[in-house]
C-alpha cells in the first residue's frame, strides 16, 4: 500500500465491542449487580450511574462509586470481571447480526480493523474465544494496553494508530460505538468519523450530543458510511 493511499483513506476502524458488535442481553448490569452484592453493597444505589457510563472503563466506574477507595475498586472490579465470565461461559452472548460480515468487509477493503472493550483483557479474550472471533480482527485492545485509561479518554484509539500504523493522519480514523464515551472517546482522538450504533446503550441523542457525525440502526452500515464519507 502506498504512503499516499495509506494518508487518504479512512484505513484505520475502531469499533467498541459489548452493544457495537456483540450482543451481551444486559450482562453489564448483572455482573455488576453480582458484584456489588458479593461486596455487601446494594445495587440499586449505583445501577443508575453504570448506565450512564457504559462504554467507560470498569475499575473506573467502581473507583467513582468507592469514592476513590482503589482497594475496594479493585475488589469490585475482579468480582464483576469473574461474574461477567462466568455469565460468557454460561453461552449468555452472541454476535450482534451481520458485525462479523461487517468486520471482514472492512478487511476485505484494505482497512485495519481494531477492536475495543471497556473490560480487563482475561473478559475480553473470554468474549473472544465464545464468539470464536481470534484472528478475526487486526488487532483488539483493552485499557491495559492503552496505559490504562479507557474512554472517554482517547487513548485506546490513539494506541490503536500507533501499534498499527495503518494511517499517518489520525483524520483518517473511524470509531464506531454505542455509548457517550463512545463518541467522546472519537472526538477526543481526533477521529474523522465518529459513528454511533443503535443496538447498544444510548440512543440518537445522546451520541449526536456527544459528538457522533453519524447515526447508524447497527454496524452493518458503516461500510457504506465510510465509502459515502470518502466520495
Known sequence: MTQMTRTHRMNLVVLDMAGTTVADGGLVEAAFTAAAERLGEDPATMIDYVRATMGESKIS???HLFG???TRARQANLAFEEAYGALVDGGRISALPGAAATIAELKEEGRTVVLTT??????QDAILDALGWHGLPDLTLCPADAGGRGRPHPDMVLAALLRTGAVDDVRRTVVAGDTSYDMLSG???GAGIVAGVLTGAHDAAALTGHGATHVLDSIAGLP?????HAS
Open 187 to 189: 472526538v477526543r482522538a
Open 68 to 70: 476513590g477507595d482503589e
Open 61 to 63: 466506574v467502581f473507583r
Open 224 to 228: 457504506a458510511a465510510i465509502r459515502e
Open 118 to 123: 471497556g473490560f480487563a483483557r482475561v473478559t
